[in-house]
Every structure is written in C-alpha cells, then in structure tokens.
Nanobody, 126 residues
Framework: QVQLVESGGGLVQAGGSLRLSCAAS????????MGWFRQAPGKEREFVAT????????YYADSVKGRFTISRDNAKNTVYLQMNSLKPEDTAVYYC???????????????????WGQGTQVTVSS
C-alpha cells in the first residue's frame, strides 16, 4: 500500500492558477501510473488526469484538456497537477491516486486505482 498526501489546494478567482502536489511513500513510486480525480458536492468522483509509469504518457478529461497539466518527479516521489485558467466548475475536492498494479497499462478508470490521498479542496470563485 502506498501513502499519498496532497497539498496546494485553496481559493482562487476564475482565470487563476493553482498547482497541486501529491507526495507518495511506501513503495516504488516510479513503477506506478498516477492519477488525479475530483469530486464536487453531490457528484460522483470523476477522472481528471493520469500519467503513466513508462515514458510519462498523459491523458486528460475533455473538460480540463489544454488547461491542466499532470507531471511527475520520480526522484521526489511526487506527482503534480498544474491548473491554469480555472473556472468555477473546477471547484471540487481533488484526490491523488496510485494504480493498484505496478507496470500496468495507463488507465483512467477509478476502479483501477488502489491507493488514494485524503483530498485537497479547490474553490474557484466567479
């Protein structure tokens, strides 16, 4: 099991930027696909972005494509989510997640992620 701790959330005006960080410990970070998900009040947790363990391939939800960038620093066991041009509809609790299986095919499915952080709140005001 990997432990994940998110940071970097907060309150920002529409059009602003935030960078979320997720520090991982407990296993070989570089062997796992990492992802970001979010959950708004009254809604299901949804996929935001993922980055593969191999070659750092990235995938994004259509709603954030072109505005958000996921990256990873394997030397620091950390994955990031740079969020630009934020909109009020981006308001949610953002969760970092680690694939349940090492060396797996990059996935966007919530069920494939076995470890989750506690979440960090992002609020975008209009």
């Amino acid at each position: 099991q990997v432990q994940l701790v998110e940071s970097g959330g907060g309150l920002v005006q529409a059009g602003g930027s935030l960078r979320l960080s997720c520090a991982a410990s407990g296993r070989t970070f570089s062997s796992y696909t990492m992802g970001w998900f979010r959950q708004a009040p009254g809604k299901e947790r949804e996929f935001v972005a993922t980055i593969s363990w191999s070659k750092g391939r990235t995938y994004y939800a259509d709603s954030v494509k072109g505005r958000f960038t996921i990256s990873r620093d394997n030397a620091k066991n950390t994955v990031y989510l740079q969020m630009n041009s934020l909109k009020p509809e981006d308001t949610a609790v953002y969760y970092c997640a680690a694939d349940a299986t090492p060396f797996g095919i990059a996935t966007i499915l919530r069920a494939d992620f076995g470890s989750w952080g506690q979440g960090t709140q992002v609020t975008v005001s209009s």
